[in-house]
């Protein structure tokens, strides 16, 4: 065992995130892709904390066409939500999808990047 483990099992850590993360969310704290397990609560230190967790597929939604495999981002240059989308330009990668689906609004499963 190494003497500098902090964690033995990080899949789910605590953050401080925005304000109005909320459970569900896919959040990104620079390099950073997690879903929030818990939403933000205020803190005594008056930083807001979530529990992110670090594996797993989780369910997002887009209006995007998606392949099995595709990139997928938080939509309109978020730090924090649900939107997702194809288009990189701007956006936070979140993870992979592991299932295809057509160019109408609807889930989309996500393995997140980490």
């Known amino acids: 065992m190494a003497l500098n483990e902090v964690y033995a099992n990080g899949e789910s850590l605590n953050y401080v995130v925005p304000a109005a993360t909320v459970s569900g969310d896919f959040v990104v704290l620079g390099g950073i892709v997690g879903v929030a397990e818990t939403s933000a609560e205020l803190s005594a230190d008056t930083n807001y904390y979530a529990t992110l967790r670090h594996i797993g597929v989780f369910i ?48 989309v499963k996500v393995r997140i990047n980490n």
């Open 60 to 107: 997002g939604t887009t209006a995007d066409a998606v392949a099995v495999g595709d990139a997928i981002y938080l939509a309109s240059e978020a730090t924090r939500g649900t939107a997702l989308t194809t288009t990189s330009t701007d956006n936070e990668l979140v993870g992979y999808a592991i299932e295809a689906k057509g160019a109408v609004a609807g889930n």
